[in-house]
């Protein structure tokens, strides 16, 4: 079936220190892929997209992810977290020619101090 | 810079009864959804409206959802008997085409009792 996983459901990590989320897709073909945050009482934000070419996207933030087609992931890193990161992230995948966000179960981020 | 805003935020109603949650889609966008998002569960899309009609919708939005764009500026989804099982977070988003990001609304929590 098509889907999108997140295999995290809880990732803590200490104040300054690397985070990578992951994110997996199972789809026929490549699906143009999204990470977002959703911050307490908040919408969903952008953080990146991956529609085609350069496999490494670029993110506000200072997000990063890496497309990579052989493992069927779409990873988020960032290489020093901030307090302000803790929010709940999704990835998500939008099939060519479909009109649907299919969304992961999210993963929620805490930040030690 | 622009933004999909929703009213009201959060909605109390009686099982049975009917709401209308409200969007307001941003001016430029001719792609409208709405997803929703049980507590403690993924986001899941509900309809995606384009050209005055109906272009998508996933097996949760029956007979008792409806979406409608009344005027140039509101984009709504009604449901016509609520039922417990509809309590949850309801986002609105639109797009400039099925292929572009998906702009997300800050939602509406609506509570049935």
């Known amino acids: 079936a098509q889907s999108v996983t997140q295999p995290d459901i809880h990732i803590t990590v200490s104040e300054g220190a690397s985070l990578e989320l992951r994110c997996n897709y199972s789809?026929?073909?490549?699906?143009?892929l999204f990470w977002y945050v959703q911050s307490p009482g908040q919408g969903l934000q952008l953080l990146l997209k991956?529609?085609?070419?350069?496999?490494l996207v670029q993110g506000i933030k200072g997000f990063e992810a890496e497309f990579k087609r052989s493992q069927s992931s779409f990873n988020l890193r960032k290489p020093s977290v901030h307090w302000s990161d803790a929010a709940e992230y999704f990835c998500?995948?939008?099939?060519?020619?479909?009109?649907?966000?299919?969304f992961g179960q999210g993963t929620r981020l805490t930040i030690n101090p | 810079e622009p933004e999909v805003t929703q009213t009201p935020s959060h909605q109390v109603t009686q099982m049975g009864q009917e709401v209308i949650l409200r969007c307001v889609p941003i001016?430029?966008?001719?792609?409208f959804y709405w997803y929703r998002q049980i507590l403690g569960q993924k986001v899941e899309f509900l309809v995606s409206?384009?050209?005055?009609?109906?272009?998508?919708k996933s097996e949760i939005f029956d007979d008792q959802f409806s979406v409608e764009r009344p005027d140039g500026s509101n984009f709504t989804l009604k449901i016509r008997s609520t039922k417990l099982e509809d309590s949850a977070m309801y986002f609105c988003?639109?797009?400039?085409?099925?292929?572009?990001?998906?702009?997300f609304g800050p939602g509406t929590r609506l509570t049935v009792l």
């Open positions: 998500a995948a939008l099939i060519q020619g479909a009109q649907k966000l299919v």
């Open positions: 001016s430029n966008h001719l792609y």
């Open positions: 789809y026929g073909a490549t699906p143009y």
């Open positions: 991956y529609f085609s070419g350069d496999t």
């Open positions: 988003a639109s797009s400039e085409s099925w292929a572009n990001e998906q702009f």
């Open positions: 409206f384009y050209n005055n009609e109906i272009s998508e």
